[in-house]
Protein backbone atom coordinates (compact mmCIF):
# COMPACT_ATOMS: atom_id res chain seq x y z
CA UNK A 1 0.00 0.00 0.00
CA UNK A 2 2.95 2.54 1.30
CA UNK A 3 4.31 1.35 -1.96
CA UNK A 4 1.28 2.31 -4.12
CA UNK A 5 1.47 5.78 -2.73
CA UNK A 6 4.91 6.47 -3.17
CA UNK A 7 4.63 5.33 -7.31
CA UNK A 8 1.34 8.17 -7.52
CA UNK A 9 4.14 10.47 -5.57
CA UNK A 10 6.18 10.00 -8.60
CA UNK A 11 3.85 10.09 -10.82
CA UNK A 12 2.30 13.31 -9.33
CA UNK A 13 5.63 14.58 -9.34
CA UNK A 14 7.22 14.05 -12.79
CA UNK A 15 3.49 15.55 -14.06
CA UNK A 16 3.71 18.62 -12.16
CA UNK A 17 7.68 18.93 -12.66
CA UNK A 18 7.30 18.80 -16.45
CA UNK A 19 3.73 20.95 -16.29
CA UNK A 20 5.90 24.15 -14.21
CA UNK A 21 8.78 23.28 -17.08
CA UNK A 22 6.12 24.17 -20.30
CA UNK A 23 4.98 27.30 -18.36
CA UNK A 24 8.48 28.37 -17.39
CA UNK A 25 9.52 27.85 -21.09
CA UNK A 26 6.27 29.45 -22.72
CA UNK A 27 6.72 32.42 -20.52
CA UNK A 28 10.02 32.93 -21.85
CA UNK A 29 11.93 32.65 -18.05
CA UNK A 30 15.87 31.79 -18.11
CA UNK A 31 16.44 32.19 -14.47
CA UNK A 32 13.60 29.24 -13.55
CA UNK A 33 15.23 28.55 -10.09
CA UNK A 34 14.99 31.93 -9.26
CA UNK A 35 11.72 32.32 -10.25
CA UNK A 36 10.39 29.24 -8.72
CA UNK A 37 12.43 29.47 -5.70
CA UNK A 38 11.33 33.19 -4.61
CA UNK A 39 7.33 31.85 -4.95
CA UNK A 40 8.20 29.03 -2.83
CA UNK A 41 11.07 31.29 -0.37
CA UNK A 42 13.51 28.47 -0.96
CA UNK A 43 17.26 28.95 -2.07
CA UNK A 44 17.06 29.07 -5.83
CA UNK A 45 20.06 25.69 -5.72
CA UNK A 46 17.23 23.65 -4.26
CA UNK A 47 14.52 24.51 -6.40
CA UNK A 48 17.46 23.02 -9.12
CA UNK A 49 17.17 19.59 -7.21
CA UNK A 50 13.65 20.01 -6.69
CA UNK A 51 12.95 20.25 -10.15
CA UNK A 52 15.25 17.61 -11.83
CA UNK A 53 15.35 15.12 -9.04
CA UNK A 54 14.41 12.05 -9.96
CA UNK A 55 14.42 10.25 -6.56
CA UNK A 56 11.10 10.55 -4.61
CA UNK A 57 11.30 12.75 -1.51
CA UNK A 58 8.65 13.26 0.61
CA UNK A 59 7.31 17.39 0.35
CA UNK A 60 8.30 17.15 -3.24
CA UNK A 61 4.56 17.12 -4.11
CA UNK A 62 3.42 19.47 -2.13
CA UNK A 63 6.28 22.77 -2.96
CA UNK A 64 5.37 21.24 -6.64
CA UNK A 65 2.00 21.74 -6.08
CA UNK A 66 2.23 24.83 -4.71
CA UNK A 67 4.59 26.18 -7.23
CA UNK A 68 2.31 25.10 -9.74
CA UNK A 69 -0.62 27.11 -8.52
CA UNK A 70 1.01 30.51 -8.12
CA UNK A 71 2.69 29.89 -11.45
CA UNK A 72 -0.51 29.79 -13.00
CA UNK A 73 -0.58 26.01 -14.05
CA UNK A 74 -4.15 24.87 -14.20
CA UNK A 75 -4.39 21.81 -12.04
CA UNK A 76 -6.11 19.92 -15.18
CA UNK A 77 -2.92 20.38 -16.67
CA UNK A 78 -0.66 19.27 -14.42
CA UNK A 79 -2.48 15.87 -13.89
CA UNK A 80 -2.88 15.45 -17.53
CA UNK A 81 0.64 16.14 -18.65
CA UNK A 82 2.84 13.14 -19.22
CA UNK A 83 4.20 11.99 -22.31
CA UNK A 84 2.10 11.13 -24.79
CA UNK A 85 2.28 9.83 -28.34
CA UNK A 86 0.61 12.25 -31.44
CA UNK A 87 -1.55 9.48 -32.14
CA UNK A 88 -2.68 9.30 -28.46
CA UNK A 89 -1.98 6.70 -26.01
CA UNK A 90 1.07 6.60 -23.50
CA UNK A 91 4.58 6.87 -25.11
CA UNK A 92 6.98 4.04 -25.22
CA UNK A 93 10.38 4.43 -24.35
CA UNK A 94 11.17 3.72 -28.11
CA UNK A 95 8.94 6.77 -29.36
CA UNK A 96 10.90 8.93 -26.80
CA UNK A 97 14.20 8.05 -28.24
CA UNK A 98 12.69 8.95 -32.00
CA UNK A 99 11.58 12.04 -30.67
CA UNK A 100 14.57 13.33 -28.95
CA UNK A 101 16.74 11.75 -32.14
CA UNK A 102 14.61 14.13 -34.31
CA UNK A 103 15.33 17.17 -32.84
CA UNK A 104 18.86 16.10 -32.21
CA UNK A 105 19.08 15.58 -36.03
CA UNK A 106 17.44 18.98 -37.28
CA UNK A 107 18.97 21.05 -34.70
CA UNK A 108 22.80 19.00 -36.10
CA UNK A 109 21.95 20.00 -39.66
CA UNK A 110 20.48 23.62 -38.98
CA UNK A 111 23.90 24.51 -37.70
CA UNK A 112 25.97 22.56 -40.21
CA UNK A 113 23.92 25.01 -42.66
CA UNK A 114 24.60 27.52 -40.83
CA UNK A 115 28.44 27.13 -40.43
CA UNK A 116 28.04 26.05 -44.56
CA UNK A 117 26.45 29.73 -45.47
CA UNK A 118 28.47 31.53 -42.87
CA UNK A 119 31.93 29.89 -44.57
CA UNK A 120 31.18 30.95 -48.04
CA UNK A 121 29.90 34.20 -47.45
CA UNK A 122 33.60 34.39 -46.33
CA UNK A 123 35.09 32.78 -49.61
CA UNK A 124 32.96 35.45 -51.73
CA UNK A 125 34.54 38.18 -50.39
CA UNK A 126 36.66 38.39 -52.93
CA UNK A 127 34.95 37.93 -55.90
CA UNK A 128 33.52 40.58 -57.84
CA UNK A 129 29.78 41.91 -57.78
CA UNK A 130 28.59 39.97 -60.63
CA UNK A 131 30.54 36.53 -59.58
CA UNK A 132 28.90 36.90 -56.22
CA UNK A 133 25.44 37.64 -57.63
CA UNK A 134 25.78 34.68 -60.43
CA UNK A 135 26.36 32.33 -57.09
CA UNK A 136 23.91 32.94 -55.26
CA UNK A 137 21.14 33.21 -58.06
CA UNK A 138 22.24 29.26 -58.48
CA UNK A 139 24.25 27.22 -55.95
CA UNK A 140 23.96 29.80 -53.62
CA UNK A 141 19.81 30.08 -53.67
CA UNK A 142 19.63 26.22 -53.34
CA UNK A 143 22.03 26.46 -50.11
CA UNK A 144 19.42 29.19 -49.10
CA UNK A 145 16.59 27.02 -49.46
CA UNK A 146 18.32 24.37 -47.55
CA UNK A 147 19.06 26.33 -44.82
CA UNK A 148 15.42 27.32 -44.61
CA UNK A 149 14.27 23.64 -44.79
CA UNK A 150 16.22 22.54 -41.98
CA UNK A 151 15.06 25.72 -39.90
CA UNK A 152 11.53 24.26 -40.63
CA UNK A 153 11.63 20.96 -39.62
CA UNK A 154 13.74 22.39 -36.47
CA UNK A 155 10.18 24.02 -35.87
CA UNK A 156 8.69 21.16 -36.35
CA UNK A 157 10.45 18.10 -34.39
CA UNK A 158 10.61 21.07 -31.66
CA UNK A 159 6.69 20.77 -31.23
CA UNK A 160 6.99 17.31 -31.49
CA UNK A 161 9.46 16.97 -28.95
CA UNK A 162 7.21 19.37 -26.34
CA UNK A 163 3.78 17.45 -27.35
CA UNK A 164 5.70 14.72 -26.14
CA UNK A 165 6.47 16.32 -22.41
CA UNK A 166 10.17 16.64 -23.10
CA UNK A 167 11.83 19.22 -21.83
CA UNK A 168 15.07 21.08 -24.15
CA UNK A 169 18.14 22.21 -22.55
CA UNK A 170 18.87 25.91 -22.90
CA UNK A 171 21.48 25.58 -25.71
CA UNK A 172 18.83 23.63 -28.03
CA UNK A 173 16.00 26.21 -27.07
CA UNK A 174 18.84 28.96 -28.07
CA UNK A 175 19.18 26.82 -31.47
CA UNK A 176 15.44 26.21 -31.60
CA UNK A 177 15.30 30.25 -31.26
CA UNK A 178 17.57 30.49 -33.85
CA UNK A 179 15.74 28.45 -36.18
CA UNK A 180 12.79 30.35 -35.73
CA UNK A 181 13.99 33.32 -36.12
CA UNK A 182 15.57 32.27 -39.25
CA UNK A 183 12.31 31.27 -40.61
CA UNK A 184 10.19 34.96 -39.11
CA UNK A 185 13.11 36.68 -41.07
CA UNK A 186 11.98 34.71 -44.47
CA UNK A 187 14.89 32.42 -44.26
Do not use: N
Not at 13 to 31: K, S
Not at 58 to 86: K, M, N, Y
Amino acid sequence: MERRARDADRLAALRLRMAIGRVLEERGTEAAAETVGAILGIPAHEVEKLLIRRQWREGDVRLLETAAARLGVPATTAQQIGPERPEGGPMTARDEVTVRDRLRRALLTFQAGQGHLLATHRQLKGLSAAEAEAFWAGPGLRMEKGLHAAAAEVDAAFKAFSAAGLVADATDRHQVTEARRHLADGG
